[in-house]
């Protein structure tokens, strides 16, 4: 099994271990966790029946969401963090001893602000670093379908094989978010991964092969209650 090491770059770390950076599977939202795993009609409450007899599946019998919120690691804020709106002007508060964990940067003028947030940009300051097996890289991401989170963090790809040193990494803030970002909030996911070189290949089908090839698949993943993929076809992996 490969291990990835995370480097602490703070002395509060050996004396706070509950934000410590864990498995992204122990910070799935709550809002999916408290899902149902088949669609009821809102009116009565009762299971749709799908075309084959059996419930109909929500969006939670995917694996491929489950599987992006299991993936990897993240790390979590080691603080609570005040954002305060002063006549428009955005800006952020640390409790004393964590001063440089977040904080403001100059504009990026040319980076295109995504739509709902503030232009005005901020930074974390992480306070973990990992370290990766030789010919691993890491892509850095805001924890992905964490859509109740205020803030945006810009994603990335390092070579933490080679380098597990912390640098600012940016984030932007929601128009409409005022108030503290609790302590042992995600605030980026790290996927580890191969680096692996890849070429393209394009494969083209006529009508009836794309009929053929549809009927296959609708003959293997139709069942009653689906999830055929999920028990099937779908490898789990661990991230300890």
């Known amino acids: 099994m490969n291990k990835i090491i995370f480097h602490s770059h703070r002395e509060y770390n050996s004396y706070i271990d509950k934000y ?3 498995s992204a599977a ?4 709550r809002w999916y966790v ?4 088949y669609v009821k009609d809102p009116s009565t409450k009762k299971y749709i029946p799908n075309y084959d007899g059996g419930k109909t599946p929500s969006f939670k019998a995917c694996p491929a969401v ?11 804020t080691p603080c ?19 001063e440089d964990f977040c904080g403001t940067r100059p504009e990026m003028p040319e980076f295109t602000v995504p739509y709902g947030y503030y232009k005005k940009p901020f930074h974390w300051y992480p306070q973990w670093a990992p370290e990766l097996p030789n010919g691993y890289s890491a892509i850095y991401l805001n924890p992905v379908n964490h859509f109740d989170l205020p803030f945006y963090t ?10 597990n040193t912390p640098g600012l990494m940016p984030f932007f803030l929601r128009k409409e978010f005022t ?9 980026v996911q790290i996927i580890p991964f191969k680096r692996d070189d890849w070429e393209m290949e394009l494969k083209f089908y006529n ?3 794309i009929v053929d090839r549809f009927m296959d698949q609708a003959h293997t993943f139709r069942t009653v209650d689906g999830e055929v993929y999920k028990k099937t076809m779908w490898t789990r992996r661990k991230y300890k």
């Open 20 to 22: 410590n950076p864990e």
């Open 26 to 29: 122990k910070s799935i939202p």
């Open 34 to 37: 408290d899902a149902d795993m």
């Open 66 to 76: 489950l599987d992006i919120f299991t993936t990897g690691y993240v790390i979590k």
């Open 80 to 98: 609570d963090i005040l954002f305060i709106n002063n006549n428009n002007d955005i800006n952020v508060k640390t409790p004393k001893g964590y």
């Open 154 to 163: 810009v994603g990335g790809i390092i070579d933490n094989d080679k380098f």
């Open 179 to 187: 108030g503290i970002v609790e302590a042992g909030t995600p605030f």
């Open 207 to 209: 009508q009836n092969e």
